[in-house]
């Protein structure tokens, strides 16, 4: 059975870099076809998807989050995939999740995280 779980610091200071990992278990973050997305929902809003890496290791992002800049990564070693986004703000306090799907933003998402809740506050 594929689990993924999020973790990250729950609190994080205004224009510090957030970082977040998904932990892949029961399947490969290199299984053929298979893309590995961050999502984010803030308090009264609906999901976001921000970007997502591929089984290949190519990322895509979400125009809307150009600025400030996010960024995808993964560890095959470790089966991770990894969120940072820099510098931000109380607008980015949110649930953010992990999924697996066949694609990015346009893509089913068959499999989810439980989140991760993310407090930017000083």
């Known amino acids: 059975q594929l689990q993924l779980q999020e973790s990250g610091p729950g609190l994080v200071q205004p224009s510090q870099t957030l970082s977040l990992t998904c932990t892949v278990s029961?399947?490969?973050?290199?299984?053929?076809?298979?893309?590995w997305s961050w999502i984010r929902q803030s308090p009264g809003k609906g999901l976001e998807w921000m970007g997502a890496?591929?089984?290949?290791?190519?990322?895509?992002y979400s125009p809307s989050l150009e600025s400030p800049p996010v960024r995808i990564s993964r560890d095959t070693s470790k089966n991770v995939v990894t969120l940072q986004l820099i510098s931000v703000t109380p607008e980015d306090t949110a649930v953010y999740y992990c999924?697996?799907?066949?694609?990015?933003?346009?893509?089913?998402?068959?499999?989810w995280g439980q989140g991760t809740q993310v407090t930017v506050s000083s």
């Open positions: 029961g399947g490969s973050i290199k299984t053929r076809n298979y893309w």
């Open positions: 890496i591929a089984y290949s290791g190519t990322t895509a």
């Open positions: 999924a697996r799907g066949m694609g990015g933003s346009d893509y089913y998402q068959d499999y």
